[in-house]
């Protein structure tokens, strides 16, 4: 198993919940109510699936193992990659804030709430592809097969010891849902 399947795996998930945004956007600009449910186990997803998770993985194990073996073909791209889970982070949280005062009947937030949705949505399809193509194929190629067997235990103790047990397959079953509830 590859350095980046798991980490690729995790992409589809996290795609399907940037349709699902994109959705909640397109309601949100019609003037349709999303219930706010959705919008609290969205932004669970971002910051548990998408943050805690996904990109732990690469901050305390994938781009340190590349870095030690010195894969500098990487390293630009790593620190960009490095400044988007920044950015998305501060997304996240102009989203929740967004959503808090929406929850308390502030209907102004919808504009902030669909602008700092589609915002998160275009950083990550960028920092996706950014990942998939520049960073994951360096790591495929460049780290040794130890290392990789090594990083696949390290993101299984992730799973385990950070986002916990039965989790992850949890917001597999969100995507579902919310997949069905969008038409995504």
């Known amino acids: 198993m590859s350095a980046t399947a798991d980490l690729r795996s995790e992409h589809v998930g996290v795609g399907r ?20 449910d959705d919008f609290a186990h969205t932004i669970e997803f971002l910051r548990v699936f998408v943050d805690q998770c996904h ?9 340190p193992a590349m870095r030690a073996a010195n894969v500098t073909a990487a390293e630009e791209t790593i620190a960009i990659l490095l400044a988007d ?22 209907e102004s937030a919808n504009a902030e709430l669909a602008e700092g949705m589609a ?18 194929e360096a790591a495929d190629r460049e780290l040794s097969v130890t290392v990789q067997e090594e990083l696949a235990k390290g993101y299984e103790r992730i799973e385990r010891d950070v986002v916990g047990d039965g989790r992850h397959e ?8 919310l997949s069905q509830a969008y038409h995504v």
């Open 17 to 36: 919940m940037l349709g699902i945004m994109d959705a909640m956007v397109g309601r949100l600009g019609a003037g349709e109510r999303v219930p706010a």
């Open 55 to 63: 990109h732990t993985k690469e901050e305390e194990l994938l781009f």
């Open 85 to 106: 889970h920044v950015q998305g982070r501060e997304a996240v949280a102009r989203i929740a804030a967004a959503t808090q005062r929406l929850v308390e009947g502030d």
């Open 119 to 136: 915002g998160y949505t275009q950083l990550l399809h960028a920092h996706i592809r950014r990942e998939e193509n520049d960073c994951f």
């Open 170 to 177: 949890a917001f597999h079953a969100l995507l579902d849902r």
